[in-house]
C-alpha cells in the first residue's frame, strides 16, 4: 500500500468489502494452491479466475465478476509486490503481479 492508502485503510473501523471480497478468492487460491487473476471485460465489471497465470488460459477456474468499482478499490488499497492484508481479522500475505494472458492484460494476487 502506498503511505497515503494506508493510512486510509489503516483508519477504518471495518475491513472495505473489497478487502473481503479480495480476501475470499484468495482463500479459494490458497486451497487449490493457486493465484487470483483479475481481467478486464469491459467497463462495468472484471473477470475473477483462480489457476496457474503461467499455464493456459482454458485452464483457468472461473469464479465470476466483481464490479469494476471493487476491483479499483482493492488495487487502490494494495500494490504491485509483497503485500499484507487484514480482513475480517485474518491476516493475508501475498504478491501482487501483472502479466499478460490470452492477450489481455492481469493482475495477478499470488497468496505467499
Known amino acids: 500500500m502506498t503511505s497515503s492508502n494506508a493510512a486510509v485503510y489503516q483508519s477504518q473501523a471495518c475491513t472495505p468489502d473489497s478487502l473481503r471480497t479480495l480476501a475470499g478468492y484468495l482463500e479459494r487460491a490458497l486451497d487449490e494452491g493457486e493465484s487470483v487473476i483479475l481481467?478486464?471485460?469491459g467497463m462495468q465489471v472484471r473477470s475473477v479466475y483462480v489457476g496457474d497465470p503461467s499455464g493456459a488460459f482454458e485452464?483457468?477456474?472461473d469464479y465470476?465478476?466483481?464490479?469494476?468499482?471493487?476491483?479499483d478499490e482493492m488495487l487502490t488499497l494494495t500494490r504491485l509486490g509483497l503485500n499484507r492484508i487484514t480482513a475480517d481479522e485474518q491476516q493475508y500475505r501475498f504478491v501482487r503481479s501483472v502479466r499478460y494472458i490470452a492477450d489481455r492484460q492481469a493482475v495477478v494476487f499470488t497468496p505467499t
Not at 64 to 71: D, L, Q
Open 59 to 61: 485452464d483457468l477456474k
Open 64 to 71: 465470476g465478476v466483481v464490479a469494476a468499482f471493487e476491483a
Open 39 to 41: 481481467m478486464r471485460i
